[in-house]
């Protein structure tokens, strides 16, 4: 099912049943893009491999959503699953949109391109939520300004792998400096 950019963003008939148990002494991160299935769930699964490597997997929690309800309770699609196990990752969240709850639950928002930033930006009702706000690609060395992680959904599978490529290089960065940040 495609998704038009700039559809309204549907809400989640039914209550939103957060996965994430708060614990202390751990940093939540949550990955944000547009239905979960594609760059996010992703992100996701890169940044626990990658925090698992270094050792530190029990000092973050990690999630990823949508912003929009199309895909609520789906799998990752095949193509991000694919770019993943190529690389030896294995993708396992379910699509779940975020909402407004979710914000007091994270202590860094990660969005995958402005629009979603902007999408977050006006859900956060306190200045607190809207300073988590930030584009997982603001990490990446090779960003070059264009903070965007765009959306494959419409293309091959190589889009995927060109995608993977960012969000691996954006988040060896982000756990170096949340690692570093939460040794302080």
């Known amino acids: 099912m495609g998704v038009c950019p700039n559809a309204p963003i549907p809400h989640t008939p039914y ?4 996965t994430l148990v ?3 002494n751990v940093i939540r ?4 893009c547009m239905g979960n299935i594609c ?3 992703l992100a996701e699964g890169v940044f626990k491999h990658l925090a698992a490597e270094a050792g530190a997997g029990k000092d973050f929690q990690i999630e990823s959503f949508g912003i929009g309800a199309w895909h609520v309770g789906e799998d990752p699609d095949s193509r991000s699953q694919d770019v993943a196990r190529a690389h030896g990752i294995r993708l396992t969240s379910r699509a779940q949109q975020f909402q407004p709850e979710d914000f007091p639950r994270f202590d860094h928002v990660l969005a995958l391109d402005e629009t979603i930033a902007s999408d977050l930006h ?3 009702t306190r200045d607190a939520d809207r300073a988590k706000i930030r ?3 603001a990490y990446d060395p090779w960003a070059e300004g264009n903070l965007n992680v765009p959306d494959p959904y419409y293309g091959d599978q ?7 490529q960012m969000i691996y290089r954006a988040c060896r960065k982000l756990l170096k400096n949340l690692s570093t940040e939460g040794a302080n």
């Not at 209550?15 to 957060?18: R, S």
């Not at 190589?158 to 993977?164: H, P």
Request: with cysteine; charged share 20%; glycine share 4%.
């Open 158 to 164: 190589q889009g995927f792998e060109v995608i993977y």
């Open 15 to 18: 209550p939103h049943t957060p």
């Open 39 to 41: 760059r996010s769930p």
């Open 135 to 137: 584009l997982l690609r």
């Open 22 to 24: 708060l614990e202390e």
């Open 122 to 124: 006006r859900l956060a």
């Open 29 to 32: 991160v949550c990955f944000v």
